[in-house]
Protein backbone atom coordinates (compact mmCIF):
# COMPACT_ATOMS: atom_id res chain seq x y z
CA UNK A 1 0.00 0.00 0.00
CA UNK A 2 1.30 3.43 -0.69
CA UNK A 3 1.97 5.33 2.11
CA UNK A 4 0.62 9.10 2.97
CA UNK A 5 3.35 11.31 3.73
CA UNK A 6 3.71 14.99 3.22
CA UNK A 7 6.23 16.63 1.72
CA UNK A 8 8.68 19.33 3.54
CA UNK A 9 7.47 22.25 4.66
CA UNK A 10 6.34 24.68 1.67
CA UNK A 11 3.88 27.46 1.42
CA UNK A 12 1.86 28.24 -1.33
CA UNK A 13 -0.34 31.39 -2.66
CA UNK A 14 -2.45 31.65 -5.55
CA UNK A 15 -3.69 34.19 -7.31
CA UNK A 16 -6.49 33.24 -9.90
CA UNK A 17 -8.16 36.45 -11.41
CA UNK A 18 -11.23 35.42 -12.11
CA UNK A 19 -12.86 38.59 -14.67
CA UNK A 20 -8.58 38.59 -16.59
CA UNK A 21 -10.20 38.92 -20.15
CA UNK A 22 -12.47 41.39 -18.80
CA UNK A 23 -10.14 43.55 -16.87
CA UNK A 24 -7.76 43.28 -19.61
CA UNK A 25 -9.72 45.71 -22.03
CA UNK A 26 -10.34 47.92 -18.95
CA UNK A 27 -13.87 47.21 -18.64
CA UNK A 28 -15.61 46.56 -15.24
CA UNK A 29 -18.45 43.81 -14.14
CA UNK A 30 -20.79 46.47 -13.58
CA UNK A 31 -20.95 47.25 -17.55
CA UNK A 32 -23.27 44.85 -19.77
CA UNK A 33 -20.49 43.33 -21.23
CA UNK A 34 -19.17 40.04 -23.20
CA UNK A 35 -15.40 39.25 -24.41
CA UNK A 36 -16.05 36.85 -27.35
CA UNK A 37 -13.12 34.52 -28.96
CA UNK A 38 -14.58 32.64 -31.97
CA UNK A 39 -17.64 34.56 -32.01
CA UNK A 40 -18.02 33.10 -29.20
CA UNK A 41 -18.76 34.50 -25.31
CA UNK A 42 -16.29 33.03 -23.27
CA UNK A 43 -16.70 35.81 -20.57
CA UNK A 44 -19.72 38.10 -19.23
CA UNK A 45 -19.71 40.87 -16.95
CA UNK A 46 -21.92 40.02 -14.18
CA UNK A 47 -24.17 42.65 -15.17
CA UNK A 48 -24.64 40.65 -18.52
CA UNK A 49 -24.98 36.89 -16.70
CA UNK A 50 -27.32 38.69 -14.84
CA UNK A 51 -29.51 39.84 -18.24
CA UNK A 52 -29.20 35.69 -19.01
CA UNK A 53 -25.97 35.76 -20.56
CA UNK A 54 -24.24 32.08 -20.39
CA UNK A 55 -20.77 31.29 -21.36
CA UNK A 56 -20.13 29.46 -24.99
CA UNK A 57 -23.24 31.04 -26.06
CA UNK A 58 -22.97 32.87 -29.75
CA UNK A 59 -22.06 36.39 -29.65
CA UNK A 60 -25.06 37.33 -31.56
CA UNK A 61 -27.44 35.34 -29.11
CA UNK A 62 -25.97 37.07 -26.09
CA UNK A 63 -26.70 40.54 -28.14
CA UNK A 64 -29.79 39.63 -29.22
CA UNK A 65 -30.70 39.02 -25.20
CA UNK A 66 -29.65 42.48 -23.50
CA UNK A 67 -27.78 44.39 -26.22
CA UNK A 68 -24.81 43.77 -24.38
CA UNK A 69 -21.32 45.43 -25.91
CA UNK A 70 -19.34 42.81 -27.09
CA UNK A 71 -15.01 42.71 -26.85
CA UNK A 72 -12.81 40.69 -28.75
CA UNK A 73 -10.21 38.96 -26.47
CA UNK A 74 -7.18 40.23 -26.18
CA UNK A 75 -4.62 37.92 -25.19
CA UNK A 76 -1.53 40.36 -25.33
CA UNK A 77 -2.99 42.56 -23.39
CA UNK A 78 -3.92 39.92 -20.72
CA UNK A 79 -0.09 38.68 -21.19
CA UNK A 80 0.72 42.29 -20.46
CA UNK A 81 -1.27 42.39 -17.13
CA UNK A 82 0.21 38.87 -16.12
CA UNK A 83 3.77 40.43 -16.80
CA UNK A 84 3.46 43.37 -14.95
CA UNK A 85 1.99 42.22 -12.12
CA UNK A 86 4.65 39.05 -11.69
CA UNK A 87 7.18 42.25 -11.65
CA UNK A 88 5.36 43.81 -8.82
CA UNK A 89 5.13 40.57 -6.60
CA UNK A 90 8.95 39.94 -7.50
CA UNK A 91 9.44 41.72 -4.17
CA UNK A 92 8.01 39.51 -1.72
CA UNK A 93 9.61 36.07 -3.69
CA UNK A 94 11.28 34.83 -6.37
CA UNK A 95 9.50 31.73 -6.41
CA UNK A 96 6.71 33.04 -8.84
CA UNK A 97 4.65 30.63 -11.38
CA UNK A 98 1.77 32.07 -14.21
CA UNK A 99 -0.34 29.11 -13.97
CA UNK A 100 -3.64 28.21 -16.71
CA UNK A 101 -5.65 25.66 -17.43
CA UNK A 102 -5.76 24.56 -20.77
CA UNK A 103 -8.80 25.71 -22.93
CA UNK A 104 -10.29 27.53 -20.11
CA UNK A 105 -10.27 30.94 -19.36
CA UNK A 106 -8.45 30.12 -15.59
CA UNK A 107 -5.56 32.01 -15.15
CA UNK A 108 -2.91 33.32 -12.49
CA UNK A 109 0.12 33.02 -10.87
CA UNK A 110 1.42 30.80 -7.79
CA UNK A 111 3.73 32.20 -5.54
CA UNK A 112 6.20 30.28 -2.74
CA UNK A 113 6.43 32.15 0.61
CA UNK A 114 8.18 29.83 2.97
CA UNK A 115 11.30 31.72 2.57
CA UNK A 116 9.65 35.43 3.00
CA UNK A 117 7.45 34.90 5.82
CA UNK A 118 10.19 36.06 8.27
CA UNK A 119 11.36 38.84 6.44
CA UNK A 120 8.04 40.36 6.38
CA UNK A 121 7.09 39.83 9.81
CA UNK A 122 4.48 36.70 9.30
CA UNK A 123 2.54 35.43 6.43
CA UNK A 124 -0.18 37.65 6.92
CA UNK A 125 1.40 41.07 6.73
CA UNK A 126 2.51 39.54 3.03
CA UNK A 127 -1.28 38.92 2.07
CA UNK A 128 -2.10 42.00 3.38
CA UNK A 129 0.14 44.33 1.27
CA UNK A 130 -0.43 41.33 -1.99
CA UNK A 131 -3.91 42.36 -1.76
CA UNK A 132 -3.29 46.14 -1.31
CA UNK A 133 -1.24 45.72 -5.02
CA UNK A 134 -3.74 43.77 -6.48
CA UNK A 135 -6.46 46.44 -5.42
CA UNK A 136 -4.81 49.31 -6.93
CA UNK A 137 -3.88 47.41 -10.15
CA UNK A 138 -7.73 46.79 -10.20
CA UNK A 139 -7.75 42.93 -10.61
CA UNK A 140 -10.53 40.83 -9.46
CA UNK A 141 -8.77 38.26 -7.31
CA UNK A 142 -9.67 34.74 -5.71
CA UNK A 143 -7.06 33.97 -3.83
CA UNK A 144 -5.90 30.29 -2.51
CA UNK A 145 -3.50 29.29 0.34
CA UNK A 146 -1.91 25.75 1.19
CA UNK A 147 1.04 23.39 1.25
CA UNK A 148 1.11 22.32 -2.17
CA UNK A 149 1.21 24.67 -5.36
CA UNK A 150 -1.96 22.44 -6.90
CA UNK A 151 -3.55 22.39 -3.21
CA UNK A 152 -3.32 26.64 -3.39
CA UNK A 153 -4.89 26.41 -6.54
CA UNK A 154 -7.84 24.38 -5.81
CA UNK A 155 -8.54 26.40 -2.97
CA UNK A 156 -9.39 29.34 -5.19
CA UNK A 157 -12.33 27.96 -5.88
CA UNK A 158 -13.28 28.07 -2.50
CA UNK A 159 -16.50 30.04 -1.53
CA UNK A 160 -14.79 30.93 2.02
CA UNK A 161 -12.49 33.86 1.37
CA UNK A 162 -11.65 34.44 5.15
CA UNK A 163 -9.36 30.80 5.56
CA UNK A 164 -7.13 32.74 4.05
CA UNK A 165 -6.48 35.23 6.70
CA UNK A 166 -6.49 32.67 9.61
CA UNK A 167 -3.66 32.48 12.00
CA UNK A 168 -1.23 29.45 12.45
CA UNK A 169 -2.92 27.47 9.69
CA UNK A 170 -0.71 23.63 9.52
CA UNK A 171 -0.63 21.83 6.97
CA UNK A 172 -3.77 19.23 8.48
CA UNK A 173 -5.64 22.32 8.19
CA UNK A 174 -5.33 22.77 4.52
CA UNK A 175 -6.34 19.14 3.96
CA UNK A 176 -9.47 19.14 5.87
CA UNK A 177 -9.91 22.57 3.48
CA UNK A 178 -8.94 20.64 0.30
CA UNK A 179 -11.32 17.57 1.29
CA UNK A 180 -14.32 19.85 1.56
CA UNK A 181 -14.46 21.02 -1.93
CA UNK A 182 -16.55 19.08 -4.86
CA UNK A 183 -14.43 17.37 -7.65
CA UNK A 184 -15.94 19.78 -10.19
CA UNK A 185 -12.86 21.70 -8.85
CA UNK A 186 -10.42 19.50 -10.93
CA UNK A 187 -10.96 21.27 -13.78
CA UNK A 188 -7.77 19.89 -15.38
CA UNK A 189 -9.38 16.83 -15.72
CA UNK A 190 -12.83 16.78 -17.04
CA UNK A 191 -13.52 13.47 -18.33
CA UNK A 192 -12.30 11.69 -14.66
CA UNK A 193 -14.49 13.95 -12.91
CA UNK A 194 -17.30 12.82 -14.55
CA UNK A 195 -16.38 9.39 -14.25
CA UNK A 196 -15.85 10.10 -10.22
CA UNK A 197 -19.24 11.57 -9.74
CA UNK A 198 -20.87 8.39 -11.63
CA UNK A 199 -19.56 6.43 -9.02
CA UNK A 200 -20.16 8.70 -5.89
CA UNK A 201 -17.05 10.53 -5.67
CA UNK A 202 -18.45 14.00 -5.34
CA UNK A 203 -16.02 15.79 -2.85
CA UNK A 204 -12.31 15.58 -2.66
CA UNK A 205 -12.74 14.20 1.07
CA UNK A 206 -14.12 10.65 -1.50
CA UNK A 207 -10.49 10.94 -3.07
CA UNK A 208 -8.40 11.07 -0.04
CA UNK A 209 -10.69 8.35 1.60
CA UNK A 210 -10.47 6.06 -0.91
CA UNK A 211 -5.86 6.75 -1.59
CA UNK A 212 -5.87 6.58 2.52
CA UNK A 213 -7.76 3.11 2.21
CA UNK A 214 -6.30 1.50 -1.03
CA UNK A 215 -3.34 3.72 -1.41
CA UNK A 216 -2.94 5.32 -4.69
CA UNK A 217 -2.16 2.77 -7.00
CA UNK A 218 -6.36 2.00 -7.12
CA UNK A 219 -6.75 5.54 -8.60
CA UNK A 220 -3.64 4.41 -10.92
CA UNK A 221 -5.25 1.37 -12.22
CA UNK A 222 -8.52 2.88 -12.68
CA UNK A 223 -7.98 6.65 -14.01
CA UNK A 224 -4.26 6.45 -14.91
CA UNK A 225 -0.81 7.65 -14.00
CA UNK A 226 -0.94 11.11 -14.42
CA UNK A 227 -4.85 11.72 -12.23
CA UNK A 228 -2.87 9.78 -9.61
CA UNK A 229 0.29 11.83 -9.47
CA UNK A 230 -2.07 15.14 -9.35
CA UNK A 231 -4.22 14.18 -6.96
CA UNK A 232 -0.81 13.06 -4.81
CA UNK A 233 0.73 16.52 -5.68
CA UNK A 234 -2.68 18.12 -4.44
CA UNK A 235 -2.38 16.62 -1.04
CA UNK A 236 1.27 16.48 -1.00
CA UNK A 237 0.83 12.74 -0.59
CA UNK A 238 4.34 10.97 -1.09
CA UNK A 239 3.32 8.34 -3.55
CA UNK A 240 6.84 6.04 -3.00
CA UNK A 241 5.68 2.58 -1.75
CA UNK A 242 8.53 2.24 1.90
CA UNK A 243 10.53 5.53 1.76
CA UNK A 244 10.02 8.74 1.87
CA UNK A 245 10.93 11.12 -1.46
CA UNK A 246 14.00 11.79 -2.03
CA UNK A 247 13.82 14.57 -4.13
CA UNK A 248 11.21 17.38 -4.59
CA UNK A 249 10.01 18.90 -7.54
CA UNK A 250 12.47 21.87 -8.18
CA UNK A 251 10.22 25.02 -7.57
CA UNK A 252 10.48 27.94 -10.48
CA UNK A 253 12.79 30.85 -10.11
CA UNK A 254 10.92 34.25 -11.67
CA UNK A 255 13.33 36.20 -13.63
CA UNK A 256 12.41 39.62 -13.92
CA UNK A 257 13.03 41.33 -17.33
CA UNK A 258 15.87 43.12 -17.24
CA UNK A 259 16.96 45.98 -19.45
CA UNK A 260 19.46 48.71 -19.51
CA UNK A 261 19.09 52.38 -19.29
CA UNK A 262 21.36 55.31 -18.28
CA UNK A 263 21.70 58.93 -19.42
CA UNK A 264 24.06 61.45 -19.15
CA UNK A 265 22.86 65.27 -18.76
CA UNK A 266 24.79 67.95 -20.35
CA UNK A 267 26.42 71.61 -18.46
CA UNK A 268 25.12 73.20 -21.62
CA UNK A 269 23.09 72.27 -24.59
CA UNK A 270 24.89 70.54 -27.88
CA UNK A 271 24.16 71.67 -30.96
CA UNK A 272 26.28 69.26 -33.33
CA UNK A 273 26.78 65.50 -33.58
CA UNK A 274 30.76 65.80 -32.72
CA UNK A 275 29.93 66.78 -29.01
CA UNK A 276 27.57 63.43 -28.81
CA UNK A 277 30.42 61.05 -30.22
CA UNK A 278 32.06 60.99 -26.42
CA UNK A 279 29.44 60.86 -24.34
CA UNK A 280 27.76 58.07 -26.33
CA UNK A 281 31.19 56.40 -25.95
CA UNK A 282 30.74 56.42 -22.41
CA UNK A 283 27.48 55.27 -21.73
CA UNK A 284 28.41 52.48 -24.81
CA UNK A 285 31.16 51.47 -22.44
CA UNK A 286 28.25 51.18 -19.21
CA UNK A 287 26.58 48.86 -22.07
CA UNK A 288 29.23 46.75 -22.62
CA UNK A 289 29.96 45.95 -18.96
CA UNK A 290 26.27 45.86 -18.41
CA UNK A 291 26.24 43.12 -20.84
CA UNK A 292 29.22 41.35 -19.79
CA UNK A 293 28.87 40.69 -17.19
CA UNK A 294 25.49 39.05 -17.61
CA UNK A 295 26.94 36.89 -20.69
CA UNK A 296 24.38 38.73 -22.48
CA UNK A 297 24.04 40.19 -26.37
CA UNK A 298 21.94 42.49 -28.20
CA UNK A 299 20.32 43.44 -31.27
CA UNK A 300 18.71 46.70 -30.61
CA UNK A 301 19.83 49.97 -28.79
CA UNK A 302 17.68 53.14 -28.68
CA UNK A 303 19.64 56.60 -28.72
CA UNK A 304 16.58 59.27 -26.95
CA UNK A 305 18.04 62.58 -27.33
CA UNK A 306 15.96 65.36 -25.29
CA UNK A 307 16.13 68.98 -24.13
CA UNK A 308 14.63 71.12 -21.59
CA UNK A 309 11.35 71.91 -23.43
CA UNK A 310 10.67 68.03 -23.39
CA UNK A 311 11.66 67.84 -27.15
CA UNK A 312 12.61 64.04 -27.48
CA UNK A 313 14.03 62.46 -30.61
CA UNK A 314 15.05 58.86 -30.82
CA UNK A 315 17.95 57.09 -32.96
CA UNK A 316 16.98 53.09 -33.06
CA UNK A 317 20.43 51.18 -34.20
CA UNK A 318 19.18 47.55 -35.44
CA UNK A 319 22.55 45.16 -35.98
CA UNK A 320 22.07 42.16 -37.67
CA UNK A 321 23.76 39.57 -35.20
CA UNK A 322 23.76 40.09 -31.36
CA UNK A 323 26.79 42.15 -30.14
CA UNK A 324 28.24 42.94 -26.64
CA UNK A 325 31.57 44.66 -28.40
CA UNK A 326 32.38 48.33 -27.57
CA UNK A 327 33.42 48.92 -30.79
CA UNK A 328 30.93 47.83 -33.07
CA UNK A 329 28.36 49.12 -30.73
CA UNK A 330 29.82 52.69 -31.17
CA UNK A 331 31.01 52.08 -35.11
CA UNK A 332 27.05 52.07 -35.87
CA UNK A 333 25.67 54.27 -33.33
CA UNK A 334 28.19 57.05 -34.89
CA UNK A 335 27.09 55.92 -38.60
CA UNK A 336 23.41 55.98 -37.77
CA UNK A 337 23.98 59.24 -35.58
CA UNK A 338 25.68 61.10 -38.81
CA UNK A 339 22.65 60.25 -41.37
CA UNK A 340 20.20 62.14 -38.89
CA UNK A 341 19.64 66.20 -38.50
CA UNK A 342 19.27 67.00 -34.87
CA UNK A 343 15.97 68.94 -34.67
CA UNK A 344 17.27 70.80 -31.02
CA UNK A 345 19.84 71.69 -29.17
CA UNK A 346 20.29 68.41 -26.64
CA UNK A 347 20.45 68.52 -23.23
CA UNK A 348 20.30 65.00 -22.07
CA UNK A 349 21.82 61.68 -23.74
CA UNK A 350 19.79 58.62 -22.67
CA UNK A 351 20.53 55.20 -23.92
CA UNK A 352 17.91 52.59 -23.46
CA UNK A 353 18.77 48.51 -24.53
CA UNK A 354 15.37 46.98 -23.70
CA UNK A 355 15.80 43.31 -24.86
CA UNK A 356 19.11 40.92 -24.69
CA UNK A 357 19.71 37.80 -25.03
CA UNK A 358 22.43 34.91 -23.39
CA UNK A 359 25.43 34.29 -25.71
CA UNK A 360 24.81 31.35 -27.59
CA UNK A 361 27.79 29.06 -29.00
CA UNK A 362 27.09 30.00 -32.47
CA UNK A 363 28.56 27.70 -35.01
CA UNK A 364 31.42 29.07 -37.05
CA UNK A 365 33.91 28.39 -39.40
CA UNK A 366 37.40 26.83 -37.97
CA UNK A 367 39.84 29.13 -38.54
CA UNK A 368 43.61 28.73 -37.87
CA UNK A 369 44.95 32.22 -38.84
CA UNK A 370 43.64 35.66 -37.22
CA UNK A 371 43.74 37.59 -40.43
CA UNK A 372 41.01 35.15 -41.33
CA UNK A 373 38.86 35.74 -38.22
CA UNK A 374 39.53 39.88 -38.87
CA UNK A 375 38.20 39.99 -42.60
CA UNK A 376 35.37 37.79 -40.93
CA UNK A 377 34.51 40.61 -38.19
CA UNK A 378 35.55 43.09 -40.55
CA UNK A 379 32.95 41.77 -43.17
CA UNK A 380 30.42 42.12 -40.40
CA UNK A 381 30.67 45.62 -39.58
CA UNK A 382 31.17 47.17 -43.01
CA UNK A 383 27.40 45.08 -43.90
CA UNK A 384 25.66 46.27 -41.01
CA UNK A 385 27.60 49.87 -41.97
CA UNK A 386 25.62 49.57 -45.43
CA UNK A 387 22.12 48.63 -43.57
CA UNK A 388 22.79 52.31 -41.68
CA UNK A 389 23.68 54.36 -44.35
CA UNK A 390 21.26 52.79 -47.67
CA UNK A 391 18.77 50.17 -45.59
CA UNK A 392 18.87 46.77 -45.11
CA UNK A 393 16.01 45.79 -48.24
CA UNK A 394 18.62 47.76 -50.74
CA UNK A 395 21.04 44.90 -49.73
CA UNK A 396 21.29 41.54 -52.03
CA UNK A 397 23.23 38.38 -51.49
CA UNK A 398 23.88 35.33 -53.25
CA UNK A 399 21.88 32.88 -52.39
CA UNK A 400 23.00 28.71 -53.15
CA UNK A 401 20.36 26.30 -54.48
CA UNK A 402 20.15 23.08 -55.33
CA UNK A 403 21.06 22.34 -59.16
CA UNK A 404 23.36 20.50 -61.11
CA UNK A 405 23.27 23.57 -63.61
CA UNK A 406 25.86 26.24 -62.86
CA UNK A 407 23.72 29.63 -63.92
CA UNK A 408 20.86 28.04 -61.92
CA UNK A 409 22.72 26.83 -58.88
CA UNK A 410 22.43 30.85 -57.36
CA UNK A 411 19.92 33.31 -57.07
CA UNK A 412 20.17 37.08 -55.80
CA UNK A 413 17.53 37.68 -53.00
CA UNK A 414 17.32 40.24 -50.62
CA UNK A 415 19.94 40.06 -47.46
CA UNK A 416 16.40 39.75 -45.08
CA UNK A 417 15.20 36.78 -46.91
CA UNK A 418 18.58 34.65 -46.97
CA UNK A 419 17.91 31.41 -44.92
CA UNK A 420 20.56 31.73 -42.46
CA UNK A 421 20.29 28.15 -41.57
CA UNK A 422 21.94 26.86 -45.00
CA UNK A 423 25.78 25.52 -44.77
CA UNK A 424 27.87 28.69 -45.07
CA UNK A 425 29.41 27.70 -47.99
CA UNK A 426 27.76 25.24 -50.82
CA UNK A 427 29.46 22.17 -51.52
CA UNK A 428 31.17 22.47 -54.16
CA UNK A 429 32.58 20.03 -56.93
CA UNK A 430 35.52 20.07 -59.20
CA UNK A 431 37.08 23.14 -60.13
CA UNK A 432 34.67 26.49 -60.29
CA UNK A 433 35.49 30.01 -61.43
CA UNK A 434 34.57 32.56 -59.26
CA UNK A 435 32.78 34.45 -61.46
CA UNK A 436 29.75 33.06 -63.82
CA UNK A 437 28.56 34.82 -67.06
CA UNK A 438 24.50 35.52 -66.64
CA UNK A 439 24.37 33.68 -70.19
CA UNK A 440 27.41 32.38 -71.67
CA UNK A 441 29.15 33.33 -74.50
CA UNK A 442 29.71 31.31 -77.45
CA UNK A 443 33.20 30.49 -78.85
CA UNK A 444 34.34 30.82 -82.63
CA UNK A 445 35.75 27.43 -83.62
CA UNK A 446 37.82 27.74 -86.82
CA UNK A 447 40.39 25.52 -88.12
CA UNK A 448 40.11 22.76 -85.12
CA UNK A 449 40.74 25.99 -82.63
CA UNK A 450 38.69 27.92 -80.51
CA UNK A 451 38.49 31.59 -80.48
CA UNK A 452 36.97 34.28 -77.54
CA UNK A 453 38.92 37.63 -77.51
CA UNK A 454 41.68 35.63 -78.56
CA UNK A 455 42.58 32.17 -78.76
CA UNK A 456 41.54 29.51 -76.54
CA UNK A 457 44.05 26.51 -75.15
CA UNK A 458 42.08 23.44 -73.40
CA UNK A 459 44.16 23.13 -70.18
CA UNK A 460 41.91 20.63 -67.82
CA UNK A 461 38.84 18.40 -68.51
CA UNK A 462 36.42 17.21 -69.11
CA UNK A 463 33.82 17.26 -66.50
CA UNK A 464 30.34 16.31 -67.91
CA UNK A 465 27.17 18.44 -66.26
CA UNK A 466 23.65 16.80 -67.02
CA UNK A 467 20.58 17.99 -65.40
CA UNK A 468 17.05 18.93 -66.45
CA UNK A 469 16.07 15.50 -68.18
CA UNK A 470 12.37 16.40 -66.62
CA UNK A 471 12.04 19.87 -68.69
CA UNK A 472 15.09 20.72 -71.47
CA UNK A 473 17.44 18.36 -70.76
CA UNK A 474 21.33 19.80 -70.44
CA UNK A 475 24.45 18.24 -71.54
CA UNK A 476 27.67 20.06 -71.06
CA UNK A 477 31.51 18.86 -70.98
CA UNK A 478 33.30 21.66 -69.20
CA UNK A 479 36.98 22.50 -69.73
CA UNK A 480 39.65 25.07 -67.97
CA UNK A 481 40.75 26.72 -70.58
CA UNK A 482 43.57 29.20 -71.01
CA UNK A 483 43.17 32.71 -73.17
CA UNK A 484 46.24 34.21 -75.18
CA UNK A 485 45.99 37.04 -72.56
CA UNK A 486 46.94 34.09 -70.02
CA UNK A 487 43.00 34.35 -68.51
CA UNK A 488 41.53 31.32 -67.41
CA UNK A 489 37.99 30.43 -68.90
CA UNK A 490 35.79 27.93 -68.01
CA UNK A 491 34.35 26.64 -71.08
CA UNK A 492 32.20 23.90 -72.36
CA UNK A 493 30.43 22.30 -74.94
CA UNK A 494 26.98 21.77 -75.42
CA UNK A 495 26.55 18.24 -76.49
CA UNK A 496 23.17 18.41 -78.06
CA UNK A 497 24.52 21.26 -80.21
CA UNK A 498 27.90 20.52 -80.08
CA UNK A 499 28.65 24.53 -80.05
CA UNK A 500 31.31 25.86 -77.79
CA UNK A 501 30.83 28.53 -74.87
CA UNK A 502 32.51 30.14 -72.53
CA UNK A 503 30.31 30.51 -69.03
CA UNK A 504 33.22 32.54 -66.61
CA UNK A 505 36.47 33.12 -65.80
CA UNK A 506 38.67 32.70 -62.71
CA UNK A 507 40.40 35.49 -60.83
Known sequence: MDKVRTIRNKIWLALRFQALPLEALAVHETDIATVVENKRVIYASNSAQDCGVRLNIRQGTAQALTGALSYERDAQAEKRLIDNLMEKLYQFTPYIEHYQIHNTIDVGIILELSGSVSLFGGLLPIIKQIKTLLLDMALSTCFGLAHTKLGAWLLTYDPDSTRITQENQDIQSFIQQLAQLPTSVLREYPDTVNALQKIGFKYL???LQQVEQQGLACLRDRFGHHFSQYIAEIFGIDSQIKQTALFETPVQIYHPEEYFIEDIQFDYPVSNHNQLEQ?????????????????HQCQEITWCLSDIYHNQQQITVRFDQNHSQLNVLYELSR?????????????????????TQPQKGDSQLLEFKQGNVSLTHQFEITLAKLKARIGEENIRQVQHIDSHVPEQSSILVEYSQVKKNLPIHPQITGDKPDWLFGSPYKISHRHQTLYWQGEIELLQGPERIQGQWWDTPIARDYFIAKRSDNVRLWIFKDLHSQNWFVHGFFS
Open 205 to 207: NDI
Open 335 to 355: IKLESVALNFEVDTLELICQK
Open 279 to 295: PMLFLLERLSDYLQKRQ
